[in-house]
T-cell receptor
Framework: EPEVTQTPSHQVTQMGQEVILRCVPI?????FYWYRQILGQKVEFLVS????????KSEIFDDQFSVERPDGSNFTLKIRSTKLEDSAMYFC???????????FGSGTRLTVV | DQQVKQNSPSLSVQEGRISILNCDYT??????FLWYKKYPAEGPTFLIS?????DKNEDGRFTVFLNKSAKHLSLHIVPSQPGDSAVYFC??????????????FGKGTKLSVKP
């Protein structure tokens, strides 16, 4: 069964450093998403990406965040200058059509120290 | 501002019995609802969904009921199995197919099914 692949599974970074979280969505999917889950809290929407541009973003997704689809297969989330409160599980997801047929990756646990 | 609420953080059920997980929402613009199951260190796995034009959807042991007037949905698992032990998230989308479809999640209910 096709799956969404995320790397790395765990990333530890120093506060103020830049991190790039990588995702390989399912190949025939058109919609791409990033979500995060702070420990013990709910899964929160960050950003959606369609047709090579951001289609929607939450208030969490501020200027420190950016997304890119650099080569037609990868989908990356960059955090420019990490803060302690960015520590969370980050989930990538893709779908063929909007909310239908979402598939989530296994997540990247980001720890900012 | 919790648009999707799961008021029970945990639920414990005996194997073979019914598990009922509840979810309430506040936004009447939501038109598509989903249930996800999540194990530790894994991403959410899709279980079952329901469109707002229906009041019930069934898939094997899983049934989702939607009460639009009460803005309430529930997931029934019958019979419950120990492998069902996980955190269950309710999610809602306010946009129909063909749109961006970002999901609003509840905080989750941890289900424990005891042998």
């Amino acid at each position: 069964e096709p799956e969404v692949t995320q790397t790395p599974s765990h990333q530890v970074t120093q506060m103020g450093q830049e991190v790039i979280l990588r995702c390989v969505p399912i190949s025939n999917h058109l919609y791409f998403y990033w979500y995060r889950q702070i420990l013990g809290q709910k899964v929160e929407f960050l950003v959606s990406f369609y047709n090579n541009e951001i289609s929607e973003k939450s208030e969490i997704f501020d200027d420190q965040f950016s997304v890119e689809r650099p080569d037609g297969s990868n989908f990356t989330l960059k955090i420019r200058s990490t803060k302690l409160e960015d520590s969370a599980m980050y989930f990538c997801a893709s779908s063929p059509t909007g909310p239908y047929g979402y598939t989530f990756g296994s997540g990247t646990r980001l720890t900012v120290v | 501002d919790q648009q999707v609420k799961q008021n029970s953080p945990s639920l414990s059920v005996q194997e073979g019995r019914i598990s009922i997980l509840n979810c309430d929402y506040t936004n009447s613009m939501f038109d598509y609802f989903l249930w996800y199951k999540k194990y530790p260190a894994e991403g959410p796995t899709f279980l079952i969904s329901i469109s707002s034009i229906k009041d019930k959807n069934e898939d094997g042991r899983f049934t989702v009921f939607l009460n639009k007037s009460a803005k309430h949905l529930s997931l029934h698992i019958v019979p419950s199995q120990p492998g069902d032990s996980a955190v269950y998230f309710c999610a809602a989308s306010g946009k129909d197919g063909g749109s961006q479809g970002n999901l609003i999640f509840g905080k989750g209910t941890k289900l424990s099914v005891k042998p």
